[in-house]
């Protein structure tokens, strides 16, 4: 708690200041195993008040002299970091593969209603259909019956 609790110290010295605070819990008469848990808990105070570089930088030396990602701590920390990661990697999968499968739709769709309603879509067209984007789309399909002309297409693709 040191890097949070002594603010006045903290606000003259900066930086300064926290590397005091890690070396003195390094060079503490603690066991190795303390140390690596104190000094955890120490970097995700600082985390509060200093900028992300300032601890990666004095962190990181210290991380090296005691391998603290053996810790326990350490470990289940960033166990649940990458579980959260891959958790939220899977939930925005998800969320764009429904995007691209609706988009997939609306393109398939308004294809086959323009097909149907012409007989006949010209290639160009159904390269350009593929373009647009899903609001588009949409808004050809519920105009369908509106659309008496491949040339009255022309008022909604971009």
Do not use: H
Not at 59 to 65: A, D, H, L, S
Not at 132 to 146: K, S
């Amino acid at each position: 708690m040191l890097p949070l609790a002594d603010r006045e110290r903290r606000k003259k010295e900066g930086e300064k200041f926290l590397r005091q605070c890690a070396e003195d819990i390094l060079n503490s008469d603690l066991d190795r195993e303390t140390k690596k848990a104190v000094l955890l808990r120490a970097e995700i105070f600082a985390g509060l008040v200093y900028d992300r570089q300032v601890i990666e930088l004095i962190f990181r030396e210290v991380e090296q002299v005691l391998n603290i990602e053996e810790s326990a701590g350490y470990q289940r920390i960033f166990e649940k970091g990458l579980i959260k990661g891959r958790q939220e990697g899977w939930q925005e999968g998800r969320q764009e593969g429904r995007q691209e499968g609706r988009q997939e739709s609306l393109v398939d769709v308004t294809i086959r209603l323009l097909s149907k309603k012409f007989r006949r879509l010209p290639r160009e067209y159904v390269a350009r259909i593929k373009e647009q984007d899903a609001y588009v789309l949409q808004q050809v399909i519920d105009n369908i019956f509106d659309i008496n002309d491949l040339s009255e297409l022309e008022d909604y693709l971009q």
